[in-house]
């Protein structure tokens, strides 16, 4: 069911995103927007003396394409038509490497939901990245404003 509104959420509400896997081009094209060419990333001689043995994404290109899956082209909609403003992003945690390869998605749960007045409210989601493997790779909390329905 497609969300209009703040009001239109409930607290433990569980939403899953599609997944996506990460690839060597992915890696490169973050190091290069970022400048970020540490050879974890970047150097497969370097990261096979490393604890994960080959590369790894950079952990912010993990959250950032993890957490943009919950919107991904309408397929599954987390976030409500009246959409004011991202609010917040805490508590974030790198808890397992992801590797080239590797196939990931996110899964949201409404933490709380906060009105703030009568035509906005704050919608609080406990969010985690996993693997294809199940695992957990990022864990975080966000906040988004949205819109309340109309009197």
């Not at 569980?14 to 970022?34: H, W």
């Not at 974030?92 to 035509?119: M, N, Q, Y």
């Amino acid at each position: 069911m497609e969300k209009l509104y703040f009001d239109d959420y409930t607290e433990g509400e569980v939403f899953v995103s599609p997944g996506r896997t990460i690839t060597e081009t992915d890696i490169v094209m973050f190091a290069a927007l970022t400048g970020d060419w540490h050879p974890l990333h970047t150097n497969v001689e370097y990261a096979k003396d490393t604890p994960f043995k080959e590369r790894i994404a950079h952990g912010m290109l993990g959250l950032v394409i993890g957490s943009a899956l919950m919107v991904r082209a309408g397929q599954y909609v987390i976030l409500p038509k009246s959409f004011i403003a991202f609010y917040g992003m805490e508590n974030v945690r790198f808890t397992a490497p992801i590797k080239i390869g590797d196939t990931i998605h996110c899964e949201a749960k409404i933490k709380s939901l906060t009105p703030k007045g009568k035509d906005r409210g704050i919608i609080e989601e406990e969010q985690v990245i996993k693997n294809h493997r199940g695992e957990d790779v990022i864990i975080f909390t966000t906040r988004i404003l949205a819109g309340r329905k109309p009197a």
